[in-house]
């Protein structure tokens, strides 16, 4: 008899209906703030918006360097719930193997065209292979001794081994930023669409990471293993009993994030033309920013939230300043927290809810 | 019946006196020692201005253990509390605004210059309470939020005020073009400490520095204890070991941990003042994220939640970092046949001393008393584990 009567929803207090908006669209509203108050100012100041279109352009390239880091970062968390503090550094040292491949492979700015392009796809394995094993071991000696112990253990390890690749970094290439030879001539026009030049840079950064991308998504929603990591995810102890080998699954995990971390280290390198012992930290911040806001532990959040950041980071450069962009990403990433922990499509996670 | 009220004749509180515990007198010859070290080291030396720096950093070590230690929350971006520290010492006590005009119980030669000047012992309960009210400000949009999550938006707060430190020379944030914190540069000179009724503190003598910084190690020492035994602290330690535990006991979160950050970055820009005025120098070079994991490793390396342990932890990583290597490890490289400064590598060190104590004894040097019960009293198997129970 109960059944017949329709529930009577309880009255929602006007404090929870203000929360559940700000938390649905507070977020949305925040990003675009600068996208559209700089637009504005363009439509004003030039008449149309081919500023803030090549902003966001050159945004999207950069962001995809930021995404293939934050992948990285996604994925490991997504497994087993650690903020791998050291893989930003992982993707310095990428970055430093470009370096040194270029010089070994001997890629000079004349080299001409085929023997680039082999050459390239050469370093790129290699940078890609010398992050993931290295991402791999870290994982053996810093963490996995560490499964059972209380979770702070682990993040103070990745904050220490974060430290040890820096000096690594430090003691291979010295103190100073040393210049990469503009081998795609990164900086020169190819077409320019609407106003908007499209550069040799974006280019690869396309060429390079789409693929990547692709191959991700697919790999893990379709591969025996890739499913495997989603049930290690999910719940280790029975995808244990499953017969799913935990540590061999988490392990290759770690070579995923520091494959794709090797990748961006090449990109980044070729892009820039500048490789640093220090940038590791900075890109690691702003990939975990992209991985938070995309929802961690979502790899297609990542993706996404890597090229929003990537834009927010192109228009604070361009027009606020270089110096200040660090601060605002990272204001960023604090309003985030504070708005929508779960990210933008993430779901609710034990650590965010 | 009988039998109660002879009982009750015969109860006698135990005796206080003669009943020392070995560790109380430990820690009294410790403290001994440490009063009368400066009259065996020449005034100047550089170890009695490493032993200062050593005393402050215990202040620091201990701020930052009430936050991890205690509460359990990994406090990423401590430094912070240093430079706003640091800051409000440069700019209360130095003639950085030549155009003001304020002095307050400061000496008759500062009285004429410019600027202002208030004395030290009125700029550090400012500084203390303005770290503390941005403690509580850090940590409130963190309370939604569990476990890593903490310790990253710590760092990125950090990271902002770092950044706030270095480029606000012309505007903060590109706005205006007021000269906050002169930048790299920094604010500097920033006046002596100025204690009445004790010697004048100069940089040819440190022994007020040196009795000043133990003086306020002790304090905050003191205050660590009694707040660790205090319904805070113990409703601190309640969230640490089982936060959903701790709230249907009926502990309020949110004040609690609000007060666990508050109290940490309270001591951290008490700290920072000294810091400001010994090194009589306030610049943005101080402050990068470095220095938060240095005091991080502090409190791993002695031990978290343990004061002595941190006390000595902050001791030792301080003398290792100003003595050990740069004094007697330095030319190791060198006579090993790599070619490097090993002083570059300081912070590669702290690292790997990170990663080792965590993975071999992650109680640290000196366990606390409570992890130490837990280990003996119950889990036999693996029981190593469990030591660092702070949830992030």
Request: contains cysteine; charged residues 15%.
């Amino acid at each position: 008899m109960e059944s017949a009567s329709i529930p009577a929803r309880p009255p929602r207090a006007r404090g929870e209906v203000v929360r559940e908006f700000v938390s649905k669209y507070g977020l949305i509203a925040i990003l675009l703030i600068l996208p559209v108050a700089y637009g504005i100012q363009d439509l004003q100041d030039d008449g149309d918006l081919s500023r803030l279109a090549t902003n966001i352009k050159d945004g999207l390239s950069n962001g995809a360097i930021w995404a293939l880091i934050a992948v990285g970062y996604t994925l490991v968390y997504g497994i087993i719930e650690l903020i791998n503090f050291a893989h930003g550094d992982l993707f310095m040292l990428g970055s430093f193997v470009a370096f040194s491949m270029i010089g070994t492979v001997g890629l000079t700015v004349s080299s001409s065209f085929v023997p680039l392009v082999f050459g390239l796809l050469l370093i790129l394995v290699v940078c890609m292979v010398a992050c993931g094993t290295l991402n791999t071991m870290i994982e053996r000696v810093a963490y996995r001794p560490l499964r059972d112990a209380p979770k702070l253990a682990p993040l103070i390890t990745a904050v220490g081994f974060s430290f040890i690749l820096q000096n690594v970094g430090l003691l291979w290439l010295g103190g100073g930023h040393r210049g990469v030879p503009d081998l795609i001539e990164s900086q020169d026009v190819l077409f320019t669409i609407l106003g908007v030049p499209i550069t040799h840079g974006d280019i690869l950064a396309v060429v390079v990471t789409v693929p990547l991308f692709f191959f991700m998504i697919n790999f893990i929603n379709f591969s025996r293993i890739g499913r495997a990591m989603r049930a290690t995810a999910q719940d280790p102890q029975a995808a244990r009993l499953m017969g799913i080998n935990v540590d061999t699954t988490i392990s290759f995990t770690f070579l995923l994030g520091g494959l794709m971390a090797g990748a961006a280290g090449l990109i980044y390198a070729l892009y820039q033309t500048d490789v640093w012992f220090f940038s590791g930290f900075t890109a690691g911040l702003i990939a975990f920013t992209a991985a938070v806001m995309g929802g961690i532990g979502n790899l297609k959040g990542a993706i996404l939230g890597g090229l929003i950041i990537g834009i927010i980071q192109q228009i604070s450069d361009n027009r606020i300043g270089t110096e200040w962009t660090p601060a605002i990403v990272f204001a960023y990433l604090v309003l985030i927290l504070v708005f929508r922990p779960q990210g933008l499509i993430g779901e609710q996670t034990r650590e965010a809810g | 019946m009988s039998t109660l009220t002879t009982r009750a004749r015969t109860f006698k509180p135990p005796s206080r006196i003669g009943k020392v515990s070995t560790s109380t007198i430990i820690a009294a010859a410790a403290i001994f020692v440490a009063a009368v070290l400066p009259f065996f080291y020449d005034s100047g030396s550089g170890f009695m201005n490493d032993a200062t720096v050593a005393l402050v950093y215990v202040v620091m070590a201990l701020g930052l253990n009430i936050v991890v230690g205690f509460a359990g929350l990994l406090d990423l971006g401590y430094v912070a509390f240093f430079a706003i520290g640091a800051y409000t010492m440069g700019w209360l006590g130095s003639g950085f605004f030549n155009s003001a005009d304020i002095h307050i119980g400061v000496a008759e030669q500062l009285q004429s210059q410019p600027g202002i000047h208030i004395n030290w012992l009125i700029v550090m309960p400012i500084a203390a309470v303005g770290a503390a009210a941005l403690g509580a400000l850090l940590g409130f949009p963190t309370l939604r939020l569990r476990g890593d999550y903490i310790a990253i938006v710590t760092l990125a707060f950090g990271e902002i005020i770092g950044r706030i430190a270095v480029n606000s020379d012309e505007g903060v944030f590109g706005i205006g073009d007021f000269n906050l914190t002169n930048g790299r540069s920094g604010i500097t000179p920033v006046d002596k400490i100025d204690i009445p009724l004790v010697d004048r503190f100069t940089t040819l003598n440190l022994r007020p520095w040196y009795w000043t910084a133990l003086a306020l190690a002790l304090v905050v020492l003191f205050i660590n204890f009694r707040l660790r035994d205090s319904r805070i602290g113990r409703a601190w330690i309640a969230i640490r070991e089982d936060e959903v535990a701790a709230i249907s006991m009926g502990i309020p979160t949110v004040r609690v941990k609000l007060l666990a950050y508050a109290m940490g970055a309270a001591m951290g820009g008490a700290a920072g003042t000294f810091l400001g005025s010994f090194y009589n120098v306030v610049n943005a070079d101080q402050f990068e994220f470095s220095f938060s994991i240095f005091v991080l490793a502090m409190i791993i390396l002695g031990g978290l939640g343990s004061i002595w342990g941190v006390v000595v932890g902050a001791i030792a990583l301080s003398f290792i970092n100003t003595r050990l290597i740069p004094d007697v490890l330095n030319d190791v490289p060198s006579r090993i046949g790599l070619d490097f400064d090993l002083t570059q590598l300081g912070f590669g060190i702290f690292g790997f001393l990170l990663v080792i104590m965590m993975v071999l004894r992650p109680q640290g040097l000196i366990p606390e008393k409570r992890h130490q019960a837990e280990l003996t009293g119950g889990g036999l198997d693996g029981g190593e584990e469990t030591v660092v129970e702070a949830r992030a």
